[in-house]
């Protein structure tokens, strides 16, 4: 069963920087498609960015292009995701997933989380 963690989370002004990290500790990650979702408080969980196995495909949500940029290191075993000019709206927890077969669309492993608050 492929374990997922995140890291990276915390607490951080508006146009601040943070960059969450996803990890694996018993198998490698290149054989996976990886996204990053949140959730915040009363809202559904949307995708936020997605990586394709290669790395050769990526997509982000409207809502973060041009401030996020997804990244992996294979050997490494890590997904990064590297937010800058985060805004309060971007407040909620952070989830990485993977799949072995289907790129950003329901994917079957999914980590426990990591909160990100952006306010002053």
């Known amino acids: 069963q492929l374990q997922l963690v995140e890291s990276g989370g915390g607490l951080v002004q508006p146009g601040g920087s943070l960059r969450l990290s996803c990890a694996a500790s018993e198998f490698s990650l290149n054989y996976y498609h990886i996204g990053w979702f949140r959730q915040a408080p009363g809202k559904e969980r949307e995708g936020v960015s997605c990586?394709?196995?290669?790395?050769?495909?990526?997509n982000y949500a409207d809502s973060v292009k041009g401030r996020f940029t997804i990244s992996r290191d294979n050997a490494k075993n890590t997904v990064y995701l590297q937010m800058n000019s985060l805004k309060p709206e971007d407040t909620a927890v952070y989830y990485c997933a993977a799949d072995p077969f289907t790129f950003c669309r329901s994917p079957k492993y999914w980590g426990q989380g990591t909160q990100v608050t952006v306010s002053s």
């Open positions: 990586i394709s196995r290669s790395a050769g495909s990526t």
